[in-house]
């Protein structure tokens, strides 16, 4: 599991699961005298708990879970991330229908109004469902909840060693070659080093991926050969269109097709 690869809306979701977890112990009517009785909460009201509480609640655990897991399992053919943001809807809707009608099966001697734990509830179960569905499509819930650190003067490709593997100013040892010696391309020809004087050359830069992305080989076959994880520094060696030609901490260089919101050093 690697934790930085949660976004801005999976900290949404967990915060929103926070609050509806406070929220089902809080009156869920209001309503005063005599034929009121002792003001129920969620867990005195099975299908307010199982329906609202407890389904966004578990909703938020799947999707969290699906985002930490390199390979989610699923649920009768649908990912794990997937059934908890459409559980996460089914809460807010529910909580939606309980806030119309607070006094349920109660009989028609009191009118009790939605109380503190049903409004709060509600809330909650809509911002738990709009940071699960946001986190698909907004850019801004997309991008990683903890950001990779910056560093304070990353070192041009083929610069001198600073440090280790997977941060910028990192030594850069080629693949099978020695240290500070050009790195052979793809088909086995030495590359010269880049130079960085003309505004059109390509200039080598670290980056990190706001989200796991496959890398896959150059010679244009459809399986990817490595993963870029979030959190980890990765070095952009030569544009390929417009994906990138990165280099993994092992030496592999592949093409990153997918260079939407990365972070560069």
Known sequence: MNIRSLTRGDGVVIGAAVLLFIASFLDTIDCSGALCGELPNAWDNGALLLGVYLAGIISAVLIVLARLLPRPPKFAGVELGHFGIALAVFSAWTALGALFDPAGSFNGEISPDAGTGLILGFI??????????????????????????????????????????????????????????????????????????????????????????????????????????????????????????????????????????????
């Open 124 to 265: 909650a179960a809509l911002l738990l469902a709009a940071g699960a569905v946001g986190a698909q499509l907004i850019g801004a819930l997309k991008a990683p909840l903890i950001s990779a650190a910056r560093p304070a003067a990353p070192t041009p490709y083929g610069g001198q060693p600073q440090g280790g593997y997977g941060y910028p100013g990192a030594q850069q040892q080629p693949y099978g070659g020695q240290p500070g010696q050009p790195q052979p391309s793809y088909g086995g020809q030495p590359a010269a080093a880049p130079q960085q004087g003309g505004a059109a050359d390509f200039a080598p830069f670290w980056f990190a991926v706001p989200v796991a992305r496959p890398l896959y080989a150059e010679d244009g076959s459809p399986n990817p050969i490595a993963e870029l994880a979030p959190g980890t520094w990765y070095l952009a060696v030569e544009q390929r269109g417009s994906g990138l030609i990165a280099q993994t901490q092992d030496g592999r260089r592949g093409v990153l097709q997918d260079t939407s919101g990365i972070q560069r050093g």
